[in-house]
């Protein structure tokens, strides 16, 4: 059984910095496109960050414009997960966010499988 697990959730001040961590399990993820995506309070679900591998490559990170620049995604293949490191957090960055998984080459407009998400607010 597929499973993602998100953690490092909290309240923080504007300016603040937060690690989300997600621990896959169940199969191996390394050639997965892994990501992050947010919902924030009466908003649709949004992304934020992911990374996908390339055979002859490496690892190539995405970000959505909102966060380029603040946060940064990372993973541990042999380990199966994939971290978050948000820093100069705003407000606006206030949402449930979501650990994705997806065998597809990104982009991808459906991601496989889901964590349960973590809560992440940034008060002013």
């Known amino acids: 059984q597929v499973q993602l697990v998100e953690s490092g959730g909290g309240l923080v001040q504007a300016g603040g910095s937060l690690r989300l961590s997600c621990v896959a399990s169940?199969?191996?993820?390394?050639?997965?496109?892994m990501g992050w995506f947010r919902q924030a309070p009466g908003k649709e679900r949004e992304f934020v960050a992911a990374t996908n591998w390339s055979s002859g490559r490496g690892y190539y990170a995405h970000y959505a414009d909102s966060v380029k620049g603040r946060f940064t995604i990372s993973r541990d293949a042999a380990k199966n997960t994939v971290d978050l490191q948000m820093a100069s957090l705003k407000p606006e960055d206030t949402a449930v966010y979501y650990c994705?998984?997806?065998?597809?080459?990104?982009?991808?407009?459906?991601?496989?499988?889901w964590g349960k998400g973590t809560l992440v607010t940034v008060s002013s």
């Open positions: 169940g199969r191996s993820f390394s050639s997965y496109t």
């Open positions: 994705a998984a997806d065998s597809s080459p990104w982009p991808t407009d459906n991601m496989d499988y």
